[in-house]
């Protein structure tokens, strides 16, 4: 299940590691979201044209397989940092201390494993794609308008690469964690049960409240 989660902090360089890579990856959601909007506004405005002007956005189809990546990719690193991906953690939830990090630092150790493979894939994909000889540096385009597709391609690598970091630094908080044994480790997810989810909530819905009074 995919569950809310904290983040702790202090003053370590495992912390202060954290909070700099974190703004990077709150910079690429953020892309991510404007792309999301920017999908919505190309649909309202290709369907007004069709209806209203009998003339739709030329490429249309082309132009949201370039939007795509950027809303499948861009935000998988800051998922990864607030544990907001989907997990099955039934047993997880019961184990505690050392066994608990234990587990957590091996299966982040997969995911590392399994995305230094798929930024090497992705990014050879990416190079196929490009040549400095080839009229827009780019040997394959998209079907209908000729958008270049080695951009596109291009994210993928680096948003992988930018999981991978958040991954490395995940790896040392848990190895830390273990070897400290300890109760609440920063730089990591911790999940939250669902009482402290919704005490959270009512927190954040309070503070809104008062942002909007003022």
Request: proline share 4%.
């Amino acid at each position: 299940m995919a569950g809310q989660s904290s983040v702790l902090t202090d003053g370590s360089w495992l912390s202060r590691l954290d909070r700099l890579l974190f703004k990077l990856e709150s910079l690429l959601s953020l892309v991510g979201g404007l792309a999301v909007f920017s999908l919505m506004i190309l649909a309202v405005i290709s369907v007004g044209g069709r209806n209203f002007t009998g003339s739709p956005i030329p490429g249309y189809v082309d132009w949201i397989e370039q939007i795509m990546p950027l809303i499948a990719f861009l935000g998988i690193a800051y998922a990864q940092r607030t544990g907001g991906h989907i997990r099955m953690d039934i047993l997880i939830s019961r184990l505690k201390g050392r066994a608990l990090w234990m587990v957590e630092l091996i299966s982040v150790i997969l995911m590392f494993l399994l995305m230094l493979i798929l930024v090497y894939g992705s990014y050879t994909h990416f190079e196929r794609s490009f040549d400095f000889a080839a009229p827009l540096w780019s040997r394959d385009s998209s079907m209908d308008i000729a958008i270049p597709l080695w951009p596109v391609k291009l994210i993928i690598p680096v948003a992988f690469s930018i999981l991978s970091l958040r991954l490395m630094l995940q790896i040392w908080g848990y190895m830390r964690a273990f070897i400290r044994n300890d109760t609440r480790p920063v730089a990591v997810p911790l999940i939250e049960d669902a009482a402290t989810q919704a005490a959270n909530e009512a927190c954040n819905y309070s503070a809104s409240e008062s942002g909007e009074k003022q």
